[in-house]
């Protein structure tokens, strides 16, 4: 998540809503023949937000994770005098490898890709290019949303899935911020699609654990507030998360 007080915007749906009106999504499964798995992430924390229980599952199971950040999420706080952006993104980098630990998941393959945070668009047929290789010979992608509404989890969900279409490797996508954007039963989400990961206590547990890993994030850094405030993370600490 790398634009500023992403948290805050105003007329966001409460988790208790969502609570309330949860629809009985299709269980997903994974294929126990899935050696290799790669995750897809915009900025360094997507993937923890949005799958980091089913990343902490795939694990458990023998499956081979590769992780891959296309940015290293240096935009979160521009003009912060505590952290510029080099120092925000090695930062970052140092929170993404202790959250990965913290899901169990680590040692993981990582490939960071360094593209500018918030102008992935810019650079999506490179990325696409640049996915190609990774993607090979993967029994399955996870991806952010194509519609997510963050332009830099839009476009890595484009690259990704015209990379994975070239070889014939499934792409399951993940919301983060449509959660926080749109409410139950809204139309511009695809809800046929919708599969729930059922998450143990211990898996949410440890995807709790992780998410406060990024603490230049969940807290105010400098004279800037959390650009993932209570509210937002609320979405992510919820005993299922959904695919599509």
Not at 12 to 28: C, I, K, L, Y
Not at 57 to 81: C, K, Q, R
Not at 162 to 191: F, I, N, T
């Amino acid at each position: 998540m790398s634009t500023p007080a992403a948290g805050h915007r105003p007329g966001a749906t409460p988790e208790e809503v969502w609570a309330a009106q949860r629809p009985a999504w299709p269980a997903w499964r994974r294929d126990p023949g899935w050696r290799r798995v790669v995750v897809c992430a915009a900025h360094p924390d997507d993937e923890v937000l949005g799958v980091g229980g089913t990343m902490a599952l795939l694990a458990a199971a023998g499956v081979d994770l590769v992780h891959v950040a296309v940015t290293d999420g240096e935009a979160s706080h521009p003009g912060n005098p505590v952290l510029g952006p080099a120092d925000l993104a090695a930062a970052r980098e140092r929170e993404s490898g202790a959250a990965l630990a913290a899901l169990g998941v680590a040692p993981v393959d990582a490939v960071r890709l360094r593209l500018p945070d918030s102008g992935v668009a810019e650079h999506e047929a490179g990325l696409t290019d640049a996915l190609a290789p990774v993607l090979a010979g993967a029994d399955l992608v996870l991806t952010t949303w194509t519609g997510d509404g963050h332009p830099d989890h839009e476009a890595v969900g484009r690259a990704t899935v015209a990379a994975a279409g070239a070889l014939g490797v499934p792409v399951a996508q993940y919301p983060v911020w449509a959660w926080h954007w749109s409410h139950p039963g809204d139309p511009r989400l695809p809800w046929d699609r919708a599969r729930a990961v059922a998450l143990p206590p211990g898996v949410r547990d440890a995807k709790r654990a992780a998410v406060a890993c990024f603490t230049t994030q969940v807290h105010p850094l400098g004279p800037d507030p959390a650009v993932l405030p209570p509210e937002f993370l609320a979405h992510a600490d919820r005993d299922h998360e959904v695919l599509w």
